[in-house]
């Protein structure tokens, strides 16, 4: 019998993480204690929407909610960049640790102002880091060339391409790198060679192709991944039901013990 490969796959989901991020966590701490095995991060940080970062905190004295996001260098980046290629601006850090205070404990505070990542997914997974949540977890990110490589092919999916000084995440459609503008408007973008280490799949396929290298025994899937996900893809995978959860959209920013 094979070890226990307990995993569950997240986007960088905020500078402080989103609470069903930390519920997925502590689901999978509770079931390495149960059966043993490792635990695996699969980190999204290909995924290029910028409402994923959004990071919702509430005042410390009012308990009014505010949401803090990055900010971006130009539209462009904003739009298409995936996240492990959105970069931090100068000055942000510093200008979102002086709102910090009114909003998370001191320590969560400092812990901010030492991160010095320049890209958006690395600042995420430093700071998640540095809060202790990823003690004794491997991290597998989907934008790690590596990995790309060794996934198995499908056939619906995204490539990774420079455009406009920037490198945006392009839907490969009928031959063509396309840009979705929203609603039915869409940028087709140059013809360019491009190779399996700069593809990622769409969410339909992304399981399928996660686990041909990763090779889960089991999956902790949040509610929202519990409507698409394809588990015929996987029928070795044992899948679980992430631990409940309050406000499961806002911040997790616990002070340390």
């Not at 959105?86 to 979102?96: C, L, Y």
């Not at 031959?175 to 503008?181: I, M, S, T, V, Y």
């Not at 990622?200 to 686990?211: A, E, H, K, N, V």
Request: proline share 6%; charged share 25%.
């Amino acid at each position: 019998m094979t070890s226990p490969v307990i995993c569950f796959g997240q986007q960088p989901c905020g500078f402080f993480p989103r609470r069903f991020l930390a519920a997925k966590l502590f689901t999978a701490r509770r079931l390495r204690e149960e059966l043993g095995g490792e635990i695996v991060f699969f980190l999204h940080d290909s995924d290029h929407d910028p409402r994923e970062t959004q990071t919702t905190l509430r005042h410390r004295k009012t308990g009014e909610a505010h949401t803090f996001n990055f900010t971006f260098e130009n539209k462009l980046q904003r739009k298409f960049s995936p996240l492990c290629a959105k970069r931090v601006p100068a000055g942000w850090r510093d200008n979102t640790a002086r709102q910090l205070p009114a909003y998370v404990d001191a320590a969560w505070v400092d812990a901010f102002k030492q991160i010095g990542a320049t890209r958006v997914a690395d600042f995420c997974l430093q700071m998640y880091e540095r809060m202790g949540l990823l003690e004794g977890v491997r991290v597998v990110r989907s934008a790690d060339p590596g990995f790309r490589c060794a996934a198995c092919d499908v056939s619906d999916f995204f490539v990774d391409v420079p455009y406009q000084g920037e490198t945006v995440r392009a839907r490969f459609v009928d031959g063509a790198l396309q840009l979705h503008e929203g609603g039915d408007s869409f940028v087709t973008l140059p013809p360019v060679p491009f190779d399996k280490s700069q593809i990622s799949p769409t969410r339909d396929s992304r399981l399928r192709w996660m686990q041909s290298v990763l090779h889960c025994t089991h999956y902790i899937a949040g509610a929202g991944e519990q409507a698409y996900l394809r588990r015929e893809d996987a029928p070795e995978i044992t899948f679980v039901n992430r631990d409940p959860i309050d406000r499961p959209d806002e911040a997790y920013c616990e002070a340390r013990a």
